[in-house]
């Protein structure tokens, strides 16, 4: 197959350099790649190739226009390649394998099409594994993937709608279950009424985290599918219920008591006929002994493989100011060769915003690299946020230029002033709102080229001053519910 790039001259020793010797290349009397026009590329290709056919013409991503007349005359396929020369080397390897767009980017297309591909192979994985157990109709442990429990703290204490959206919200985030956290004064009353609102809006399985023998009674009662904890101060009088409701439970060790202490405690839920034992090990906070405990799983976990293994991410991320994100990722990694199959996390505090949803891809990474026999790199999905793999090419100085300066004075707008803010999504999914408020009217919309689009539509904006200032304030806002971080007008992002 016969493929040809098309390029500026600024771009075309990147070109190059990233084809090698999978594809030609022209290169047209254009400066900048990107505005390269149809009739352009049409000029170029019958001028300088004009006895030479192509069966696929790639012209930039970033390219405007429509070529299907341009692919007709010259009897060949226009293609979208990708946004930055230096990815076409990766691009080129998929021709003949998927069909590309004249529409989206390549890049872009490809990685939609390896995410695609990664979890139709995580699905795949999931339906042939063999799990140690199943809570409803999840599968728990063995080859499956490690599932992530999201704790709703103080449950017990919120009212019906407040309770309702966070699960919901949870839900949407990709927890796999959803657990309940009693609060210190709760009562059987309040167990029962938060299980039975969580079972009015979702179906996935539901546990309550309390030691009380009393809320975990009526818990069971209501019926619970999971209890957080067990141990020798409740198994006594909560075991046999739990045994004979059929109900999973997390046994944990006696406080501040070690795998001797856990160890004990299952052997005693077994006497007393619980069948479906989870294992908690504690993973303890850094600075409080996080090593030990991490043997701590190792040792339970060749000890007893056929148990699944509890493991509290939450209790590093929430006690330790750093993003939550890498620190997910890398405890994710940490349970997986731990043989964890639940991964424990609230929500709680501002920094651990995004753990549900982070712990979910680092478990479907985990999932996905022990498939390949491979580190968890390169799989199609990853959680990339703020750094990146690849850098785009950075600009070099000119030999004359003009260092910029601030106006030291500021003309009010005649046209008015606009206040900014933003409305976060309280689901995470991105897809929160600014507002920009005028005297007159107020604006509402999902990214800053729309809403300052219709400002100037509606000469809410007259000077040239003003539309700066705000392309640079509504930026910071997109920016801000993209990385789900607050927003204040004209502070620092």
Not at 284 to 297: F, K, L, N
Not at 328 to 351: H, Q, R, V, W
Not at 481 to 492: F, G, H, L, V
């Amino acid at each position: 197959m016969d493929i040809l790039v098309a390029t500026g001259k600024l771009a075309q020793d990147t070109v190059r350099k990233a084809v090698g010797t999978k594809a030609h290349i022209i290169v047209l009397d254009i400066d900048i790649a990107a505005f390269i026009t149809p009739r352009r590329l049409l000029e170029a290709v019958k001028g300088q190739l004009p006895q030479k056919h192509y069966d696929i013409i790639f012209v930039p991503g970033m390219v405007s226009g429509d070529f299907s007349k341009t692919a007709q005359e010259l009897g060949s396929k226009i293609y979208l390649g990708p946004k930055h020369a230096y990815d076409l080397g990766y691009v080129l390897d998929f021709v003949g394998k998927i069909e590309f767009s004249t529409e989206v980017p390549a890049c872009e297309l490809l990685a939609d099409v390896r995410r695609k591909l990664a979890l139709e192979k995580i699905e795949q994985i999931e339906t042939d594994c063999k799990p140690l157990m199943h809570i409803k109709d999840l599968k728990i442990g063995g080859n499956s993937r490690m599932k992530v429990l999201a704790e709703i703290v103080d449950a017990t204490g919120m009212d019906s709608i407040t309770l309702e959206n966070k699960v919901l919200a949870f839900v949407s985030r990709g927890a796999d279950m959803i657990d309940l956290g009693a609060s210190l004064n709760a009562s059987p009353e309040d167990v029962e009424r938060a299980i039975r609102i969580a079972r009015k809006v979702t179906t996935l399985p539901i546990s309550i985290d309390t030691l009380d023998p009393a809320l975990l009674t009526r818990a069971i009662e209501t019926g619970i599918d999971l209890l957080l904890s067990l141990d020798n101060s409740n198994l006594e009088e909560i075991g046999p219920l739990t045994a004979s409701a059929g109900i999973a439970a997390v046994i944990i060790p006696d406080s501040c008591e070690g795998l001797d202490s856990l160890v004990k405690n299952i052997r005693k839920a077994k006497e007393i006929g619980i069948r479906k034992i989870i294992a908690d090990p504690v993973l303890d906070p850094i600075g409080h002994g996080i090593a030990t405990s991490i043997v701590r799983y190792h040792e339970f976990h060749k000890l007893f493989p056929e148990i699944p293994v509890f493991f509290g991410a939450g209790n590093v991320t929430e006690l330790v100011d750093v993003d939550s994100l890498g620190v997910n990722a890398t405890l994710c990694g940490i349970a997986a060769d731990m043989g964890a199959s639940i991964l424990f996390t609230p929500e709680y505090s501002n920094k651990t915003q995004g753990s549900i949803r982070e712990l979910k891809v680092a478990s479907q990474m985990m999932i996905l690299a022990t498939e390949r026999q491979s580190s968890p790199k390169d799989l199609g999905i990853d959680l990339m946020v703020l750094k990146e793999k690849r850098r785009r090419t950075d600009a070099i100085v000119p030999a004359r230029y003009i260092g910029a300066k601030e106006r030291k004075m500021w003309k009010t707008d005649p046209a008015g002033s606009v206040r900014i803010g933003i409305i976060p999504d309280e689901k995470r999914t991105c897809k929160g709102l600014i507002v920009a408020e005028h005297d007159t009217s107020a604006i509402v919309g999902t990214t800053a080229r729309a809403i300052l689009d219709t400002l100037i539509d509606m000469e809410l904006v007259s000077t040239l001053e003003h539309a700066g200032y705000l392309g640079r304030e509504l930026k910071k806002a997109e920016i801000a519910i993209k990385y789900n971080r607050s927003y204040a007008q004209d502070d620092e992002f």
